[in-house]
């Protein structure tokens, strides 16, 4: 059973910054994803297994950094430059199985575990 659990969030002011830690049972390919209120759940970042490729939603390009750190099996996503329409419930996935060490997953439906997700929340 694999177990995702998520830290960081809160309240920020529009321009702010806030960070996200999903810490994992293993190791896997990771990603971020968000939901706000009466929208679809959607991507917003991604990280290979071996960490060399990443994956941004165009909305937080260069604004959003997915890291990770393979000896701790954690997945940090650092959020800057916060905008009102960033506020959501941010969740961590794993992709389990076989696949390519190098690849990046961006769908939702690629990933097979999730965590309890956190609440961000930026104000204008």
């Known amino acids: 059973q694999v177990q995702l659990v998520e830290s960081g969030g809160g309240l920020v002011q529009a321009g702010g910054s806030l960070g996200l830690s999903c810490a994992a049972s293993?190791?896997?390919?990771m990603g971020w994803f968000r939901r706000a209120p009466g929208k679809e759940r959607e991507s917003v970042a991604a990280i290979s297994w071996s960490g060399g490729r990443t994956y941004y939603a165009d909305s937080v390009k260069g604004r959003f950094t997915i890291s990770r750190d393979n000896a701790k099996n954690t997945v940090a996503l650092q959020m800057n430059s916060l905008k009102p329409e960033d506020t959501a419930v941010y969740s961590c996935a794993a992709k389990t199985g076989e696949y390519y060490s190098g690849s990046v997953y961006s769908g939702p439906r690629e990933y097979d575990y999730w965590g309890q997700g956190t609440q961000v929340t930026v104000s204008s």
């Open positions: 293993g190791r896997y390919a």
